[in-house]
């Protein structure tokens, strides 16, 4: 009987689209999927550094597998930013894993499963190949992450990903175009183009052209895209969102603080003044969300009022905050000493205060929208996110890949509540299959 694996995945779209390569590649090797980490031979980690709690999941999961290790003999390896970021380490610092591989070597697993070892190095930019996604496993999905680009050229001072993922690199629009048309091919609607800098896009055309040319493959009905950098927002991407309707109405653009002088301190080479002119040339419908980070080296009294003060004149639609956690070989880790490091029980102070401000108002946004109509895109039967990426649970008949419009009749600080009443467009379940056959043919 085939070897089975079970991959567990923390962190952010591009470790989810990460673990789908990986999991596409031991299948190759005639490796299947378990359900339970409890039932497979192999265990694969995938991990998140971005925060230090990010990191602890990870040694509390493998304190797990370790169990079951001396209990079954499953192999276990680790892989994403934390096993980019200790490499070799790792297996000092728990030396049952078999063993590490960084997110550049993703087609790599079969192999290193078998001989165990640690495979982190990263490759130069014209020797990387972007792993193709088999659009076989995302058959009968509603949606799909297709990457458009990896690593980061940015030096915000917080942040660990450009040492885990190294630098810019874009795919070719090609090799973008033909994924997308494949996986409309078995039946999904939404695509969602990553990277950590997404904007910053460069695989032969501008990263707004590579949207228009993603909306013109026949059968794509929705567009997003995820993360982008205030800098690198261009008035023609501002454009894309008038004029590609299938590019959906919601915007993430982390501004991260609200105060100058932080920004300047995190190197995010913006003022607020040039953010605002930014975000104040987006059409109105566009739902903005952000993130924030509270408790920053040196952020006084009066800078985290600037924040509050930025937060309740900018009408975000949704705010991830979080608070400030020291990172290995970023800028402000080295400078924690010079500008000071805001005692803990502050910085959450802090944090509360801001999560506090946009509960209230997120609460408020998704209660006005009780006895509207909006249009969800299922996901999952009683599931779905409207256009604004709401996300939306229902009562209906809709299935996963119908489009359907939903009347809300109640609202959490999550989610908003309603029932289906009209069907828009139903998933092509039997025209798909025939269009397959003559494919395959
Ligand atoms: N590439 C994205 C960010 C990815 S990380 C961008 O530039 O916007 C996601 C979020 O985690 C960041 O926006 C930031 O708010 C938060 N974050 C990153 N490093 C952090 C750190 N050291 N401490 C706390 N939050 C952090
Ligand atoms: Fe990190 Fe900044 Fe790059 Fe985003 S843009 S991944 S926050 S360095
Ligand atoms: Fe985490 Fe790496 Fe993504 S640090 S947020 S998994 S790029």
Known sequence: MARSYFIHTFGCQMNESDSQRMGEALARAGWRPSAAADA??????????????????????????????????????????????EKDNLLSRAPFVDFVLGPDHLEKVPELAESGGVETDFLDTEQYLFPQADPETSRGKATAFVTAM????????????????GREVSRPYAEIVREVASLVVVGVREV??????????????????????????PGVMRIRFTTSHPMDLSADLVRCFAEVVQLMPHFHLPVQHGADTVLERMRRKYTIAQYEERIASLPEHVALTSDIICGFPGE???????????????????????LYSPRPHTGAILKL???????????????????????????????????????????????????????????????SGDLVRVRVDSATLVSLRGAQVETVDRAPRMALKRRLTVVSA
């Open 40 to 85: 497979a031979d192999l265990v694969l980690v995938n991990t998140c550094a971005i925060r230090e709690k990010a990191e602890d999941k990870l040694f509390s999961a493998l304190g797990r597998y370790r169990l079951l290790k001396a209990r079954r003999g499953t192999r276990i390896g680790v892989a994403g930013c934390v096993a980019q970021q």
């Open 150 to 165: 990896k690593g980061c050229d940015n030096v915000c001072s917080f942040c660990v990903v450009p040492y885990t993922r």
């Open 192 to 217: 969602t183009l990553i990277g950590q800098n997404v904007n910053a896009y460069a695989g032969g055309c501008s990263f707004a052209d590579l949207i228009r040319r993603v909306a013109a493959v």
């Open 300 to 322: 006084t009294e009066d800078e985290h009022r600037q924040n509050l003060e930025f937060l309740r004149r900018t009408p975000y639609d949704n705010l991830f905050s979080f």
């Open 337 to 399: 000493r010079e500008w000071g490091e805001v005692p803990r029980a502050l910085g959450i102070r802090r944090l509360e205060e801001v999560q506090g401000l946009q509960m209230e108002r997120t609460l408020r946004r998704h209660r006005q929208r009780i006895g509207s109509v909006v249009e969800v895109l299922v996901e999952e039967p009683g599931f779905g996110r409207s256009r604004e990426n709401w996300t939306v649970h229902f009562d209906g008949d809709a299935g």
